[in-house]
């Protein structure tokens, strides 16, 4: 079956690591979300990218990086100048044609800082 | 440019009705409803595009208020399994391919026996 999977499900982090959640989707689709939930704050965009070797920031991107060399993955770095990372991160992918259905979501990444 | 949704909760017993809106202060081109469980991803629940379209999905159904450039989700009957919070996502009227959607903070919704 097509789907979205992120790893880690859990992830800890420590004071001034950089790390890496990784997003691999098999529904061909072209673009890919990273969002970041926080409670009572609804889902916040950090990056997002149509084509490959292509992303533009969000409204969220500092302290965050991405990179999209192949059209199945899309990792997010949460780097240390993120002085607030503790969240739950989902990352999505969609189809870029018109009305043709919404996002797919992974099953997210909690991450919290140790 | 992040919707509002309203109510913040709802709280319901099994079998009872409950509206969700969704309102923009920019024209909106789509609305996307989206259910989440507890610790778990949004689940896509229906798109609705401009024109006034409505859709229905099991007892779930929304409609698409171009002029007041606000949707609004009905549920009726409603069932255990519909408690979570629901987001909507606009995709504001750019006239292109769908590509960022800016949510609400979401309604939780609690249904109890």
């Known amino acids: 079956d097509g789907g979205i999977t992120q790893s880690p499900k859990y992830l800890f982090r420590k004071e001034g690591q950089n790390v890496t959640l990784s997003c691999e989707q098999n529904?061909?689709?072209?673009?890919m979300y990273w969002y970041r939930q926080d409670p009572g704050q609804g889902l916040r965009l950090i990056y997002y990218?149509?084509?490959?070797?292509?992303?533009q920031k969000g409204d969220i991107a500092e302290g965050y990086s991405v990179s999209r060399e192949k059209k199945e993955s899309f990792p997010l770095t949460v780097t240390s100048a993120q002085k607030n990372p503790t969240a739950f991160y989902l990352c999505?992918?969609?189809?870029?044609?018109?009305?043709?259905?919404?996002?797919?979501f992974g099953s997210g990444t909690r991450l919290t800082v140790v | 440019q992040q919707p509002v949704q309203s109510p913040q909760a709802v709280i319901l017993r099994e079998g009872e009705d409950a509206v969700i809106n969704c309102s923009s202060s920019?024209?909106?081109?789509?609305v996307h409803w989206y259910r989440q469980k507890h610790g778990e991803a949004p689940v896509f629940l229906m798109i609705?595009?401009?024109?006034?379209e409505q859709k229905g999905h099991e007892k779930i159904s929304a409609s698409f208020n171009e002029k007041k450039q606000q949707s609004s989700l009905y549920l009726t009957a409603s069932q255990l399994s519909y408690s979570g919070t629901y987001f909507c996502?606009?995709?504001?009227?750019?006239?292109?391919?769908?590509?960022?959607?800016?949510f609400g903070r979401g309604t939780q919704l609690t249904v109890w026996p």
């Open positions: 999505a992918s969609s189809t870029t044609g018109m009305g043709v259905g919404g996002y797919t």
């Open positions: 529904l061909n689709h072209d673009a």
């Open positions: 990218s149509q084509i490959v070797n292509d992303f």
């Open positions: 920019k024209a909106l081109y789509s």
């Open positions: 609705l595009l401009k024109g006034g």
């Open positions: 996502g606009t995709d504001f009227d750019r006239g292109s391919t769908l590509g960022r959607l800016y």
